[in-house]
């Protein structure tokens, strides 16, 4: 079938195998292009929870081909059916399956519930069968809800506290305007720490250690996001920064529960980067679309797989543990170091303020923004016919 684009809010319903595996492919030749001067973290046996999209696929894609390390990966995504396509993350899998055995690296993937006890014991069993046990695991899960026996949680994208307004874009006709955000409630923040805070991060590794299949000194590492003052309300300070709270809290139960194996947890700070969880929060996407402008500008601007390659071979060392200057205060690990800087910071700024309606498109890197959003999906890629005919 010829695939389209079909896009409805801040998701995309169709994606285009080939343009998927072009994009994991320009990642993977971005990985080999910097692998001899790589002397980082290189893990031999990897879990990836969340290993489909974004920074999830990105990690798996650094560990394998800058390190080449053995990874099983855990997706929640669909195959095609009827006339409709497959997800992105089931043909950015397929992709990634492909050029790893061509490269003779070990890669498997279950899709499956990730929150699930089920998908916990088929991941541990093909563990214990093929690897014995892992030494590292990137926790990359992004869900809008979460089932905890007979009880599902759904997280909320809300302010806390006060209603909140400020400047947004909407995506589905690039306008500004301004948005109020009414705060959650507590049930709803209650609920958003369930799904997306480190309650399951934990769960996994107990369950990996209570198997025997996790190694003594292994590495974890889960994503987190902070951000400049300007998006703290509905991000930092948020429902979905009370649930970063708990995830970073979690690394430090994780670290101190584990003390006498050796196992550490840590939590990477990255950078702001359009992804199909952060388009779906009001505010953020006009920030980072400014955001883009001004990195691009001074030449600083990364996207995921630039990002995860930097985190496994600069911030980390060879030893697994954080090297001298990557860690802040809390001993969070800051990826987000090019964007916090001041001289970045003061120009976003000063661009948000002067920013309307009616010069949005002078002052923003909106193009860009949606470049990188249809790339989600495959859409948008050099070199692939977009009027052919493909296999679905």
């Known amino acids: 079938m010829i695939v389209k684009p079909k896009v409805r809010g801040f998701i995309c319903t169709t994606a285009h195998p080939v343009g998927c ?36 696929l990105a990690s798996r894609i650094s560990l394998a081909f800058a390190g080449g390390a053995a990874t099983l990966g855990v997706m929640f995504d669909r195959p095609a059916s009827g006339n409709k396509t497959g997800t992105s993350g089931w043909y950015n899998t397929q992709a990634f ?62 302010t806390t506290g006060e209603p909140y307004t400020n400047k947004t874009i909407d995506l589905r006709n690039n306008t500004v305007s301004e948005v ?15 799904v997306m805070g480190g309650e399951d991060w934990a769960a996994w590794i107990d369950a990996l250690k209570a198997a025997d299949a996790i190694e003594d000194n292994a590495v974890t590492v889960a994503y987190s996001y902070i951000g400049p003052e300007l998006t ?23 670290t101190e529960k584990y003390a006498a194996d050796g196992i550490k947890a840590y939590i990477s700070v990255n950078k702001a980067l359009v992804t199909q969880s952060s388009a779906a929060i009001p505010i953020v996407p006009l920030y980072i679309s400014i955001l883009y402008k001004v990195m691009k500008e001074k030449g600083v601007h990364e996207g995921c797989i630039e ?33 916090m800087k001041p001289e970045i910071q003061d120009e976003v700024t000063k661009l948000w303020n002067i920013l309307n309606a009616d010069n949005f498109k002078e002052y923003t890197d909106i193009e860009g923004y949606w470049k990188d959003f249809y790339e989600l999906f495959g859409f948008g890629i050099d070199g692939v016919d977009y009027e052919a005919d493909v296999e679905v």
């Open 21 to 56: 595996e072009a994009v994991v492919k320009s990642e993977i030749d971005y990985v080999k292009s910097k692998k001899a001067e790589d002397n980082g973290f290189k893990p031999k046996k990897v879990l990836v929870l969340g290993s489909s999209m974004g920074y999830g």
């Open 97 to 158: 399956e492909k050029y790893a055995k061509a490269d003779g690296l070990y890669a498997k993937t279950v899709n499956g519930d990730a929150y699930s006890d089920e998908c916990k014991k088929e991941v541990i069993d093909i563990i214990k069968a093929d690897l014995g046990k892992v030494d590292c695991v990137v926790y990359s899960l992004a869900a809008p809800r979460r089932t905890v026996g007979d009880v599902t949680y759904s997280s909320v994208l809300k």
């Open 180 to 194: 109020t955000i009414e705060p959650a409630t507590e049930e709803e923040i209650t609920a958003t720490v369930k």
């Open 232 to 254: 703290h309300p509905m991000y930092f300070e948020g429902s979905i920064g009370r649930a970063k709270a708990h995830l970073f809290q979690t690394s430090k139960e994780i």
């Open 307 to 339: 990002q995860m390659y930097r985190l496994f071979a600069e911030k980390f060392g060879a030893d697994g543990k954080p090297v001298s200057g990557a860690v802040d205060g809390e001993g969070r690990i800051r990826l987000d170091d090019l964007e």
